[in-house]
């Protein structure tokens, strides 16, 4: 009879004191640090405009390449005669970080944040209005007292301010447990409060903010982590234009939402009517295939899980006991607390019951193999391991998997695209692994919401009926040649158009770890309107002269 294949759990490891090191490190070592950028870029002549504007840059986390793309876009804004204001969130809050939710922290990371977030700013002499200037946690306790005998129900549903907050708090939950379950627990509902209870802080903080600061743009980092969402729907409250932003799935690209939270992807509004009957030129097919090689091998991408993942055939048959003739449908999970599994829920109340009823039907049908290939994020990068693991939760369920179910756990070096290659059916809730299968001809089941639903591509389903009837008669959508084209259309215009270059922050990989970062450019010339091609076209959606139809319309 089947069971799980060995699992091997790497070590959770922060270390504190090397955040401080980076921070004596790169602040007095000498003007070429990251730190000290700004104080030695070269100037020039500052444009007029007839119409300048008020772009408010809050910062959020210690990530250098967050903090790179703001201040480079800033300084160009500046450039061009806009006034510029950054604020970085610096209230302190008992037992909960109110910033750095995901980590339980003892008073290292916030200070290290002011200090970390005033050199880098200071450097480029921006205007600097931390939120401190404008709140304080001093009503944390009375908020925390007012909500002591809320209940779950409550706290999910509780309104300030006219903003759902019991809803944006969700993610910091997520994170801060590093697990999906948080509705039950007396350890969770204490947290709930406590997250609540900073989001009112938050919300009163933030509308000082706008009253004072009066800005026309906002420029966020995601907008759906508790800070930046509540900035996001204040602005959106007050008829203020938001501007999101997240690291591209390649180095040195940045992706970019208008109004809402960019990790909903959304690049399907912005396809233009010609998109419908374009064909891929040979240079763009030629284009995709580099990267997508390149992808497989884990090379120009944020996060290289292993440093030598398993291609070979006979290895990964060998290692998970299949024939050399077997054709197994495969299953690919999401990390449990990632933040696009948010309302990502169609026909399962989540992603383990998903799981767990996908077993099912297959425990019915020993006719067919299912291979459960399990995230190795849940692992690696080790300091962002998760508390709630997929296997775990499945071991519970099934103390032994029916014979025909096989776990990869997260541990595995077997690459994910020879196992889609040899698949029969790849099945997803919101992985990006639907698009590479279907871009290998093989039919995909698209459980939950994801940006490349509705393409053509793939079966995407809208309730149970419906699933077990396409597992019992994996066919494709369409015609095979039509839907490896429209997978790789969409593809092409995801990866090369709705992901944007960035020369001028570059990032340099290291695996399990988040990249590092430079400049690159060391004079203000470079940032002059038609000097970088990129740069432009972001100012220009900030300002609202393009969105990402223009850019779309490009490529075709």
Known sequence: MQTYLPITRGPIFRNYLSLWGKYFFDQFRGKNTFLNFGKNLRPVKRLVT????????????????????????????????????????D????????????????????????????????????????????GNGKKFQQYRSYLEKFSLTECKTFVYHQLQLGMYVQNPLIHYFRCSQTT????????????????????DTFERAFYEIKPSILFILNGSFLDSRLQLEIAKRLGIRVITFEAGFMLNTLMLGINEPIINFPMK????????????????????NIYLQNRSKGEKNIFNYWKAPIFDDKKIRAEIGLSSTEKPDILFTNLLWDSALLDCDIAFTNQIEWIRETIAWYAKHLDRKLLIRIHPA???????????????????????????????????????????????????????????????????????KTHYRGQGFTHDITNRTQYYKLLSQPVLPTVAEELVAAARKYSFFFF???????????????????????????????LLPGKQAELDFIIDVLLSRRDYSDRLRLML
């Open 496 to 526: 090369f158009g709705y992901n944007i270059p960035f020369p001028l922050v570059l990032e340099h990989v290291s695996n399990f770890r988040e990249p590092s970062v430079e400049y690159n450019f060391t004079d203000e010339q470079q």
């Open 378 to 448: 849940e692992i690696n990068p080790h300091n962002l391991s998760t508390t709630e693991r997929i296997e775990v939760s499945l071991r519970e369920y099934y103390p032994i998997l029916p014979s025909n179910v096989i776990v990869i756990p997260p541990s595995s070096k077997i690459s994910s695209y020879p196992l889609t290659a040899l698949a029969n059916l790849s099945i997803v809730y919101s992985s990006t692994a639907g698009i590479e299968a279907a871009m290998m001809g093989k039919p995909v089941i698209v459980a939950g």
């Open 269 to 288: 509004k912005y396809l233009p009517i010609q998109y419908r009957t374009h064909r891929l030129t040979p240079s763009q097919d030629e284009q995709l």
């Open 50 to 89: 007839d119409r300048p504007l008020t772009v408010w840059f809050p910062t959020t986390f210690f990530l250098d390449r967050g903090l790179a793309w703001q201040t480079t876009i800033a300084r160009a804004m500046e450039i061009r005669g806009h006034r510029i204001v950054f604020s970085h969130f």
């Open 91 to 134: 209230i302190t809050f008992p037992r909960r970080n109110g910033l750095y939710f995901d980590l339980q922290d003892r008073g290292f990371i916030m200070p290290y944040y002011r200090l970390y977030t005033n050199a880098l700013l200071s450097g480029f002499r921006f205007n600097h209005k931390p939120f401190s200037h404008f």
């Open 184 to 203: 039950s627990g007396p350890e969770i509902l204490d947290a709930w409060k406590d997250f609540l209870a900073i989001g009112m802080v938050m919300v």
